[in-house]
């Protein structure tokens, strides 16, 4: 089994972004996911939130664990390099990739099994270390690669396709992402395009750690009436906090303040946020209100979505550890090498 | 009564304490100041894996011939510890001496006759001097160094130097180490007859231009000078000080004085896993990467090594060696990761290892081993063990050349992109089987490609051809081939008699192996001997095999790991390779490697070697 790659036929009038480049240069191979997958339609907001944001799809590193969640790279992004690493290990490949060359723009699309199951501790030390990237989990609440097991996000009393009833309870990866440092927190669902593309698109321009984890139901293990990471219940029990939009840094001075329902965050590039509030309490700067909210309402049953958490002022690995602006992986040897004269004095000292 | 042993700048001297008294630093006080004299030294540490309490050994090795390894035996025990009082007192040749702590009495059944006594009221001198309980301690610990100093004739000058260097800065210590240095030496020179005590230092001209230092050092540096820009580790003994010594190297050389920047990233891991996860991102990513660690660390490992050896990524492992199975013996010396590196991970897997056989080529192989990675695109172990990486060793000094440059290996840039050259990423252009890559973010629209541990076609697209699976495999052997090449060589030490019997040893083992090979021909016998430096082997090791009759091989392990290689790899008649193995936790002695020669060739006991002490 070979992929196939999409013909690059460009269209003259296919919309074309301030790069230059249009939808299509930021799509990958045919996906061979289940037809209506979760995975495929983000994987399709994830096209859309790079074209949208106008970024160069080759300064984009894309990497991913091991699942059906996982293989969703090569489905986005064809001309990024890409890095479908070991299962549950994603973050740490992650991070050194990010030491290396601080340069790019890293998305690490993680699944649920791979990052609250095998990857959990990785999960949690990467978020923690403040690593400059956009952390997606394409939750569906079961391994779909290996058909059909629970993950450790499966809400305890949801069923499996076979009827066998979840006694465990469940992991927050959001709480977990909250309560470990992330700047950026957010939930969406795969099935709420409008939703979901400007969250994606405002994660890859923050520069922090951004989590994102969005329910993305399996349709051949974990979409019947007993589980709640199906479409239906995803659907019905969707309570949005906000919506966001975003406006370019160029554009941000002219669009100001309508009071009320409306919250902007202007993120350090100049580009501003502005939240359109659904629920008019919640208050997105709010590290440990976010988490109480969330529990609140989770314990309903719902699933809170929207922009939960963000930082005013983010800081990155790189910043903690002191690194210098330069790309590690751009350095020469005399940058690095200490040279001989050097070393004749070393070995001077050690007699 | 046995003749006292008499011996000028070649015995044994060991010093037994307890874990936490403060006596690392005496010790070392007195190794350092005979090499200060030109005398050849090589001390070693045995410890526990503990912190306090536990027995303590310091053996020093004097050695004007040079002789760095352990000989066997013992011919001065300075006995600190009560605790082991009777294993002490058991270790010392016949005819040696027994230095100890006589302010308690110690009954006759307590001691042999064929030993010689130096008593020395340590404690009670302590007690009437000091009122504090630590001061009582550290100072017992210089007074006894001076008092060797005077049995020994160890110029108390060069003491006296190397305490001021110690306390460089801190000159209100400088004063009371001096005095107590001092009245050790008064006691002894008093009461102790030391005339008559046989072993004797005298000035020498031995040591050259030799330096002397730790190999987990002598790695960092290797790591600095060859340009390791990120680090990430989880702390485990004995590798933890590759990385302390990193941090303090790259502090010195490579943060920039004006603005404070570091030229490296060091990541203390939250395992064994992120760890070389982060090592084969940064890889991947173009910068070089390294992690130090043991043999518990590369079990976690093992499934990266795997997906960097197969999807082809640079990543330098420095395995510090201790002994194992599992925790094992934390703080012992073995050589007995060979399997599990060699061929770390599930699938057909194969790495390239180097073995160093002392701090120079810590020094050398740490370097080298980032530029293999880089050319090969694969894992390579630096395979150092504790006895070389924790104990302070002479070796020749380190060396650049100033032309050297990275070898950053087949990377195709922007720039013939551009010129539009046809890139495959697994394609094997130049029939070595190396493969040529792109940093990612190099060019918009050429030269991205997938990364990934499952199979692939040459063009990196995911393929589960049988063809493509075989070729790749056959591809990746034909690298390991041609590392064969690139690897540091075997050195070979022959005669102008054409010798039948061979041996072949490597890293640690070395200095043991180069006395017992005087030993043997001293005997008679005279052996060919070549030094593995490297894994793959190169030809030229399977050709020593086939031009002898018997070949030993030594090494710090049950399994005669090595051996089996040699055999897996080269297809040897097993009955021809020898193994010689010692695996106490304990450096291989010259003895040992002598005696088992010996009674393998049926030449008998071999203790009645020349030995230039036992007079
Ligand atoms: C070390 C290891 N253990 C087990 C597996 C098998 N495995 C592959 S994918 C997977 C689970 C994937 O689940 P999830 O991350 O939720 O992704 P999904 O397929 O549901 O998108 C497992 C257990 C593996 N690849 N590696
Ligand atoms: S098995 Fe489930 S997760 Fe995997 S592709 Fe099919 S629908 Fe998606």
Same mark, same amino acid.
């Given at each position: 089994m ?8 460009h ?14 240069d930021?799509?990958?191979a045919?996906s061979?996911l ?8 983000i ?9 949208n944001? =106008?970024?160069e ?6 990497l ?7 293989k969703?790279p ?8 890409g890095?479908?690493t ?5 973050p740490s490949?992650l991070?050194g990739?990010?030491?290396a060359?601080r ?11 791979d ?5 959990i ?10 690593? =400059?990237?956009?952390?997606?989990v394409?939750? =569906? ?8 097991q ?5 809400d305890r ?11 465990d309870?469940?992991v927050?990866l959001i709480?977990?992402?909250?309560q470990l ?10 099935g ?7 969250i994606?698109?405002?994660a890859?321009?923050?520069?922090g750690?951004a989590?994102i ?8 293990? =974990? ?8 479409y ?6 969707n ?5 966001i ?5 160029a ?5 100001r303040?309508?009071?009320?329902a ?7 590039d100049g580009t501003?946020l502005r939240?359109?509030k659904?629920?008019l309490d919640?208050?997105?700067h709010?590290?440990i ?13 719902e699933?809170?979505?929207g922009?939960?958490?963000v930082?005013?002022?983010p ?8 690194t ?12 690095l090498?200490?040279?001989g004269e050097?070393?004749?004095k ?6 | ?5 008499q011996?000028?700048n070649?015995f044994?001297?060991k010093?037994?304490?307890?874990n ?9 006080l007195f190794?350092?100041?005979?090499l ?8 070693r540490n045995i410890f526990?894996s503990?912190?306090?309490g536990?027995?303590t050994?310091?053996?020093v090795?004097?050695?004007e ?14 006995a ?16 040696g001496?027994?230095?100890y ?8 059944d307590?001691l042999r006759?064929?030993i010689?006594?130096i008593?020395?009221p340590?404690?009670?001198?302590c ?9 009582r ?9 001076g ?5 020994f004739d160890i110029?108390?000058?060069? &003491?006296?130097k190397?305490i ?16 107590a240095?001092?009245?050790g030496r ?17 000035r ?16 960092a ?6 340009g390791a820009t &990120?680090c ?6 004995p590798?933890?000080? &590759?990385v302390?010594?990193f941090q ?19 990541v203390q ?8 996860g ?9 910068a070089?990467a ?18 960097? @050896?197969f999807a082809?990524?640079p990543a330098t ?7 194992g ?8 010396t073995q050589?007995?990761?060979?399997f ?8 057909? /897997?194969?790495?390239?290892l180097l073995?160093?056989?002392?701090p ?19 894992? &390579?172990f630096?395979?150092?063990d504790l006895d ?13 050349d100033?032309?050297?440059h990275?070898q950053?290996?087949?990377i ?9 050259i046809?890139f495959?990423? @697994?394609?094997?252009v130049?029939g070595d089987?190396i ?8 060019h ?10 499952t199979?692939k076609?040459?063009?990196?697209r995911y393929s ?17 081939e ?5 690897v540091?060589?075997?050195?070979e030490t ?21 006395e ?7 005997r008679?016998l ?5 030094r593995?430096?490297a894994?793959?082997f ?6 020593f ?7 030993f ?9 090595l051996r089996?290689?040699?055999i897996?790899?080269g ?6 390779l020898i193994p010689?193995l ?13 005696? /088992?020669?010996? /009674?393998?060739?049926?030449l ?9 002490a036992?007079?």
């Amino acid at each position: 089994m070979t992929y196939i790659a999409k013909p690059k036929l460009h269209h003259p009038s296919l919309p074309k972004n301030k790069l230059g480049f249009t939808r299509r240069d930021y799509e990958g191979a045919v996906s061979t996911l289940c037809a209506g997958c979760g995975h495929d339609a983000i994987s399709a907001a994830i096209i859309q939130a790079c074209f949208n944001a =106008n970024i160069e799809p080759h300064r984009v590193a894309k990497l991913s664990g091991i699942g059906c969640s996982s293989k969703a790279p090569t489905y986005f992004l064809g001309g990024s390099h890409g890095f479908n690493t070991v299962h549950g290990r994603m973050p740490s490949v992650l991070t050194g990739a990010n030491l290396a060359n601080r340069d790019l723009i890293y998305l690490g699309v993680s699944g649920d099994g791979d990052s609250a199951s095998i990857g959990i501790g990785q999960f949690v030390h990467s978020i923690r270390r403040g690593v =400059n990237m956009t952390y997606l989990v394409m939750n =569906n609440g079961v391994y779909g690669l290996t058909k059909g097991q629970f993950s450790a996000t499966a809400d305890r009393g949801s069923a499996s396709k076979r009827g066998v009833v979840n006694s465990d309870a469940p992991v927050d990866l959001i709480t977990m992402a909250l309560q470990l440092g992330a700047t950026f927190v957010a939930r969406s669902f795969s099935g709420d395009k409008e939703q979901l593309v400007p969250i994606i698109e405002a994660a890859l321009q923050h520069p922090g750690a951004a989590f994102i984890d969005v329910v993305s139901p399996c349709v051949a293990f =974990n979409n019947h009436s007993g589980s709640t990471k199906s479409y239906d219940y995803a659907r019905e029990h969707n309570e949005a906090v906000n919506r966001i939009d975003i406006i370019p840094a160029a554009e941000a001075e002219e669009v100001r303040y309508e009071a009320g329902a409306v919250q902007d965050v202007t993120q350090s590039d100049g580009t501003l946020l502005r939240l359109r509030k659904v629920h008019l309490d919640y208050d997105v700067h709010d590290r440990i209100g976010a988490m109480n909210y969330l529990h609140k309402h989770q314990a309903r049953g719902e699933l809170v979505t929207g922009l939960l958490y963000v930082s005013e002022n983010p800081e990155d690995l790189h910043s903690h550890i002191g690194t210098c602006k330069r790309p590690l992986a751009q350095l020469q040897d005399a940058d690095l090498c200490p040279g001989g004269e050097t070393l004749a004095k070393i070995n001077a000292g050690l007699r | 009564m046995t003749k006292a042993l008499q011996s000028i700048n070649d015995f044994v001297v060991k010093f037994a304490n307890v874990n936490g008294s403060g006596s690392a630093s005496a010790n070392e006080l007195f190794a350092r100041s005979i090499l200060r004299m030109g005398v050849p030294v090589s001390p070693r540490n045995i410890f526990p894996s503990n912190i306090q309490g536990l027995p303590t050994w310091y053996e020093v090795r004097v050695s004007e011939a040079g002789y760095l390894g352990r000989r066997g035996g013992c011919d001065f025990m300075v006995a600190m510890n009560p605790q082991t009082w009777d294993e002490d007192l058991r270790e010392i040749e016949p005819g040696g001496y027994l230095f100890y702590d006589n302010t308690r009495v110690i009954h006759a059944d307590q001691l042999r006759d064929d030993i010689n006594l130096i008593g020395m009221p340590l404690t009670r001198i302590c007690n009437e001097r000091y009122d504090d309980a630590r001061q009582r301690q550290l100072f017992k610990n210089i007074m006894y160094v001076g008092a060797l100093a005077a049995i020994f004739d160890i110029d108390i000058g060069e &003491v006296e130097k190397l305490i001021g260097e110690m306390y460089k800065g801190k000159e209100k210590l400088l004063e009371p180490n001096i005095e107590a240095l001092h009245s050790g030496r008064d006691y002894a020179r008093t009461h102790l007859n030391c005339a008559s005590i046989g072993l004797k230092i005298r000035r020498a001209d031995a040591v050259g231009d030799r330096i002397f230092i730790e190999g987990n050092s002598a790695t960092a540096l290797g790591c600095v000078y060859g340009g390791a820009t &990120v680090c990430a580790w989880y702390p485990i003994t004995p590798s933890t000080s &590759v990385v302390d010594a990193f941090q303090s190297y790259c502090n010195k050389f490579r943060i920039d004085k004006a603005s404070g920047e570091k030229r490296f990233a060091i990541v203390q891991g939250e395992d064994e896993i992120a760890s070389i996860g982060i090592v084969v991102g940064a890889g991947w990513n173009g910068a070089r990467a390294f992690t130090a660690t043991s043999g518990p660390g590369v079990s976690l490992m093992t499934e990266f090594l795997g997906l960097a @050896y197969f999807a082809e990524i640079p990543a330098t492992i420095i395995n510090v060696q201790r002994g194992g199975p599992s925790t094992g013996m934390p703080t012992r010396t073995q050589q007995a990761d060979l399997f599990s590196c060699a061929y770390a991970s599930n699938g057909d /897997t194969k790495h390239i290892l180097l073995f160093p056989e002392d701090p120079k080529e810590c020094f050398d192989f740490a370097a080298q081993a980032l530029d293999l990675a880089d050319q090969l695109q694969t894992p &390579v172990f630096v395979m150092s063990d504790l006895d070389i990486g924790m104990n302070t060793r002479l070796c020749a000094p380190f060396e650049w050349d100033e032309n050297r440059h990275m070898q950053r290996g087949k990377i195709v840039t922007r720039e013939q992109l551009d010129a539009g050259i046809k890139f495959g990423r @697994y394609q094997d252009v130049d029939g070595d089987g190396i493969p040529y890559r792109t940093y990612p973010g190099t060019h918009p629209s050429k030269g991205a490609f997938f990364t990934r541990g499952t199979s692939k076609d040459a063009n990196a697209r995911y393929s589960e051809r049988g063809e493509d699976y075989v070729e790749n495999m056959q591809r990746l052997q034909r690298k390991f081939e041609t590392a064969k090449s690139l690897v540091p060589q075997p050195i070979e030490t022959t005669h102008d008699t054409p010798a039948t019997v061979g041996v072949i040893y490597f890293g640690s083992t070395s200095p043991a192996m180069q006395e017992a090979m005087d030993n043997l021909q001293r005997r008679g016998l005279v052996i060919d001997a070549m030094r593995l430096r490297a894994f793959p082997f190169p030809d030229s090791v399977m050709e020593f095999i086939h031009r002898h009759e018997k070949v030993f091989v030594v090494e710090q392990n049950r399994d005669g790991q090595l051996r089996s290689l040699l055999i897996n790899e080269g297809q040897i008649n097993p009955a021809k390779l020898i193994p010689v193995l010692h695996f106490d936790g304990t450096p291989i002695t010259a003895r040992f490697i002598t005696q /088992t020669i010996c /009674t393998a060739l049926n030449l008998g006991h071999c203790e009645s070697m020349p030995k230039q002490a036992a007079l």
